[in-house]
């Protein structure tokens, strides 16, 4: 059964670098999008992607933030310049049309 | 606003039904979700309701949907040790982007 994988699946940085997180959705699949959870909370909306472009955005999804569907198969979010507060698990999900999106296992990362 | 609400914590003994609640804001939501989230795991989906049903059943889930209170709750019979997790419920926005609203989460506690 096709899944959403993402790499890798914890990372460590230290506050001021950039990261990336990586994805590689369902190949089939046209929407895309990114979720964060900050330890012990819930699970937030970041961004949601389609068409090559940014159809939504939460007020998270700041400047430091940006994604990319580079080669048509993966899909990153980059964090320019990671704060403390950017600590969490970071979720990729996939659709193809309307209904249930498919989450991948998530990365967690960890500023230091 | 878009909150989906939960309670925090739920304690019940093994063998007993859990009932696991949670009211929405969107009255448009389409489609209604249930996740499982195990400590330090990511998202299993459980099942979903589509809006214009009012009950779902799968195996010993079930699914009650009341649009008018704007209210879902998962019903888990014959509750197991392997039950104890954080259970999150989720509604699928009308909007194009179909994003995820995820509620605050219940902590289910199955006491042997």
């Known amino acids: 059964e096709p899944e959403v994988t993402q790499t890798p699946s914890h990372q460590v940085t230290q506050m001021g670098q950039e990261v990336i997180l990586r994805c590689v959705p369902i190949s089939n699949h046209l929407y895309f999008y990114w979720y964060r959870q900050i330890l012990g909370q819930k699970v937030e909306f970041l961004v949601s992607f389609y068409n090559n472009e940014i159809s939504e955005k939460s007020e998270i999804f700041d400047d430091q933030f940006s994604v990319e569907r580079p080669d048509g198969s993966n899909f990153t979010l980059k964090i320019r310049s990671t704060k403390l507060e950017d600590s969490a698990m970071y979720f990729c999900a996939s659709r193809l049309l309307e209904g249930e999106q498919y989450f991948g296992p998530g990365t967690r990362l960890t500023v230091t | 606003g878009e909150d989906v609400e939960q309670s925090l914590f739920l304690s019940v003994r093994e063998g007993d039904s859990s009932v696991i609640n949670c009211t929405y804001t969107d009255s448009s939501s389409t489609y209604l979700y249930w996740y499982k989230q195990e400590p330090g795991a990511g998202l299993q989906l459980l099942t979903y309701?589509?809006?214009?049903?009012d009950m779902k059943q799968d195996q010993r889930l079930t699914v009650l949907l009341n649009k008018k209170d704007k209210h879902l709750s998962l019903r888990i019979a014959d509750t197991q040790t392997g039950d104890s997790a954080i259970y999150f419920c989720?509604?699928?926005?009308?909007?194009?982007?179909?994003?995820?609203?995820f509620g605050t989460g219940t902590r289910l506690k199955v006491l042997a």
């Open positions: 309701i589509f809006s214009n049903m």
């Open positions: 989720a509604e699928s926005t009308a909007s194009g982007t179909y994003k995820y609203i």
